[in-house]
């Protein structure tokens, strides 16, 4: 039988993309749906009435949402190109960095260049402390994942491209060669690297699209 796989999304959201990397790692074919986030669709209604989000998976007519749990489900159903490491406690070190991706260094690299006033200041603080730990966690390697690309990096996508945009249109220099060199050597290979370089958002593109939202919150 063969396997019916869609994918709801949007092209500009970090989220979207991350699922169409493992998507692209595990070399599925899928049907791509475009969402009007202005004006969500019945179906992405209906398949995540929970959280009324995107990105979406549905694989034979079975949905899933939410990004994190979304490439699990693709690994554990597409068991070839692993995405997470085989070791139980090596997955468990991978589900941990990427929990910390999404629950301290997202929510602060946000605020540090879409907050105002006093909040801004404090995120910028936090931002740094908590790239300072992805430095070190990085340390030698090529990718979070060792020699190739694994869970953390794919959820870091929003480290190693949308906030690049954030800061160039905030005027943030936090995220610099200088000050985080490792990163900054991760972020070449990442965006270089063949599942990521074919699919990511033009940058202009991006910058067109959330200069937009920067002009409308301030």
């Not at 301290?104 to 907050?115: E, F, I, Q, V």
């Not at 404090?122 to 402390?129: K, L, P, R, T, Y």
């Amino acid at each position: 039988m063969a396997e019916e796989v869609k994918l709801f999304g949007f092209w500009a959201s970090a989220f979207h993309r991350r699922v169409e990397i493992a998507l692209k790692l595990k070399g599925v074919k899928y049907e791509y749906i475009e969402e009007d986030l202005t004006n969500k669709s019945p179906l992405l209604l209906k398949y995540n009435p929970v959280h009324k989000k995107i990105p979406v998976l549905v694989h034979n007519g079975n949905p899933i949402a939410e990004s994190l749990v979304i490439i699990e489900y693709l690994d554990e159903t597409w068991k070839h190109n692993p995405i997470l490491p085989q070791h139980p406690y090596d997955r468990a070190l991978a589900r941990f960095w990427a929990k910390f991706i999404d629950e301290k260094a997202l929510p602060a690299l946000l605020n540090s260049t879409w907050g105002k006033g006093k909040e801004r200041e404090v995120a910028i603080g936090e931002a740094c402390e908590h790239l300072k730990t992805l430095e070190n966690e990085l340390g030698d390697k090529k990718f979070f994942g060792g020699e190739d690309i694994g869970l953390v990096d794919i959820v870091a996508n929003v480290v190693g491209i949308w906030f690049g945009v954030f800061q160039e249109l905030s005027g943030l220099e936090l995220l610099t060669e200088e000050k985080f060199p490792k990163l900054c050597k991760w972020i070449h290979e990442y965006v270089n690297h063949t599942a990521i370089k074919e699919d990511l958002p033009p940058r202009d593109k991006l910058i067109e699209f959330f200069s937009a939202r920067f002009q409308a919150a301030s």
